[in-house]
């Protein structure tokens, strides 16, 4: 079966810091990988997709940059974090036609 | 651009009663419809989808949702909520194998 890894879990970081946050994928090939920024009220704001290796599509403008190096591998990065990148991220997968599993989600606070 | 509208930010209701949430989408050709639910504390799970056929779908715990497509509308039902039926619930719409797009959120609280 497929299982879907986000970590960490919860993450402090001061301004200016560089951030990486990893997701992997076990037991599917080729997956369509997102990440989304829940906050309350707004719902899940898809900020990047990738359908292959080395290929990411960016919804929004931001401070946040998304990398896919292996087929089951995605990574959200910053260079310099900013007071308004806390949030909490959400990695998910889905096949190419089918629903979207989420991981378990990273809480993220700039201070 | 493809947007998903969710009409209803919260919800309050008490057990037995009747819920409907309404979900609109804006794109005209084929789409694949989703709602989701998140319980407090938990992950977001799926409770049913539409790709074809039967614009009535069921789902888990006893939801339904109607996609009726001359609406852009796809409403999820459930005849009799209980209060364990309190979470987020958000409605999801792709247009294409790749982006999946989510609605704002509808938080339902159950009362006792």
């Known amino acids: 079966s497929q299982t879907i890894h986000q970590w960490p879990a919860t993450l402090v970081q001061p301004v200016g810091s560089p951030l990486s946050l990893e997701c992997t994928v076990e037991?599917?090939?080729?997956?369509?990988l997102y990440w989304y920024r829940q906050a309350a009220g707004r719902g899940l704001q898809l900020l990047f997709y990738?359908?292959?290796?080395?290929?990411i599509s960016s919804e929004v403008p931001q401070n946040l940059s998304a990398s896919r190096p292996q087929d089951r591998q995605f990574i959200l990065s910053s260079k310099k974090l900013l007071l308004s990148d806390s949030g909490f991220y959400l990695c998910?997968?889905?096949?190419?036609?089918?629903?979207?599993?989420f991981g378990q989600g990273t809480r993220l606070t700039v201070v | 651009a493809q947007s998903v509208s969710q009409h209803n930010h919260h919800v309050i209701l008490s057990e037995a009663a009747s819920l409907e949430l309404g979900c609109n989408y804006s794109?005209?050709?084929?789409?694949?419809l989703f709602w989701y639910v998140q319980y407090p504390g938990q992950h977001l799970q799926l409770l049913l989808k539409?790709?074809?056929?039967?614009?009535l779908v069921k789902g888990i715990k006893g939801f339904e949702a109607e996609f009726i497509k001359s609406k852009f509308s796809f409403n999820l039902r459930k005849p009799s909520v209980q209060w364990s039926d309190t979470a987020e619930y958000f409605c999801?719409?792709?247009?294409?194998?790749?982006?999946?797009?989510f609605g704002a959120g509808t938080t339902v609280t159950v009362r006792a």
């Open positions: 998910a997968w889905r096949p190419r036609q089918g629903e979207a599993f």
């Open positions: 037991g599917t090939s080729n997956p369509n």
């Open positions: 990738s359908v292959g290796i080395g290929q």
């Open positions: 794109y005209g050709g084929t789409v694949n």
């Open positions: 539409y790709f074809s056929g039967d614009p």
């Open positions: 999801a719409v792709n247009i294409d194998d790749y982006k999946l797009s």
